[in-house]
């Protein structure tokens, strides 16, 4: 059995539809209102899960979640742990199944917080634009927390090393660079056949050159690389890269070579629902086919843009994968 183990922020997400942007200072009635879990993250495990559950034709993976939550005991926190398995984050009771599909007991809880990481996104019906407030007052995975959780896996690792274990593929999110950079470089040293992907979005970030240059795969955000490279194989630094550019994909191989794949065309019946978490869908795609080494790096590259290309038809997540 294959690891994964991704590590991020975890939000409940209030979306809000309206006809159009609001205007500072007035009054908007909007059109439609969806709360549910979000985070980069959780995100690509919510469709990680979902693969894993059909099987996809590809590798049976473990997934993990190492994120910070409210208090255990939280309503909160009860409403996200029901989220995984395929379900559209609404399920409060707890029996959505996530704990059979995602283990979550490598999360940190957060005694006496009752709210969580939270995001309201204003989504505009006249642009398609989607305007961002974060907020939460958890405090961060420590660098000193994340060790210990590493010791355990790589005690696992190595209890197993008979049967082949390579102690996993750690997937982060680069949000905190200096922290997670200190997490890395502690994962090569007591779990050196582990594989370890960043993500790379934000293009103001500091921190996330260093954080490219210790991972085995990154996946670029299209507004981070646009800048940087005149071509996708500079920006691999010598390790994989794949770039997200809107629909489409790209992958850049350590010796330079390049595969592209193209967006479908809008001509195509392609009808644009929802974008919230299209990037996340994408990263899940890409790591579920970078476990299947029966298959190719073309195969690999149009799985993801085709399930991601899918995604953005639909409100959420539930349902993506039959």
Not at 27 to 38: E, P
Not at 127 to 148: C, H, K, Q, Y
């Amino acid at each position: 059995m294959k690891h994964l183990i991704l590590v991020g922020a975890c939000y409940l997400d209030t979306i809000l539809t309206v006809p159009h942007f609001p205007a500072e200072d007035s009054k908007l009635r909007a059109t439609a209102l969806h709360v549910r879990r979000g985070g980069n993250c959780p995100n690509s495990l919510e469709v990680l899960a979902q693969l894993v559950l059909s099987g996809a034709g590809g590798p049976q993976i473990k997934l993990h979640l190492v994120s910070c939550l409210p208090d255990a005991g939280a309503a909160a926190t009860r409403k996200i742990l029901s989220s995984f398995g395929g379900g559209d984050g609404n399920d409060v009771s707890g029996n959505g199944g996530g704990a059979d599909i995602v283990d979550c007991s490598h999360c940190l809880y957060r005694a006496g917080h009752e709210a969580p990481a939270s995001s309201y996104i204003i989504r505009s019906g006249a642009t398609g634009s989607r305007t961002i407030v974060n907020f939460s007052d958890l405090p961060e995975v420590t660098a000193d927390e994340f060790e210990g959780i590493a010791d355990v896996f790589a005690a696992a690792a190595a209890a197993a090393e008979q049967h082949g274990d390579d102690g996993g593929w750690w997937h982060f999110e680069g949000r905190i660079p200096e922290t997670t950079l200190r997490c890395i470089r502690y994962l090569r040293r007591v779990t050196p056949g582990c594989t370890i992907s960043v993500e790379v979005e934000k293009p103001n970030r500091e921190g996330l050159v260093e954080l490219a240059a210790e991972a085995d795969v990154v996946f670029y955000s299209r507004s981070w690389a646009e800048p940087r490279a005149h071509n996708c194989g500079s920006l691999s630094q010598g390790r994989s890269g794949v770039i997200q550019e809107g629909g489409a994909g790209a992958l850049a191989l350590p010796g330079g070579e390049y595969i592209h794949h193209a967006a479908a065309p809008s001509g195509d019946g392609i009808a644009v629902v929802d974008t919230i978490g299209a990037g996340d869908t994408f990263i899940a795609a890409m790591l579920y086919g970078l476990h299947a080494d029966a298959w190719s790096l073309e195969a690999r590259l149009e799985f993801g843009v085709t399930l991601a290309t899918k995604k953005v038809q639909r409100e959420g997540f539930a349902g993506l994968v039959p």
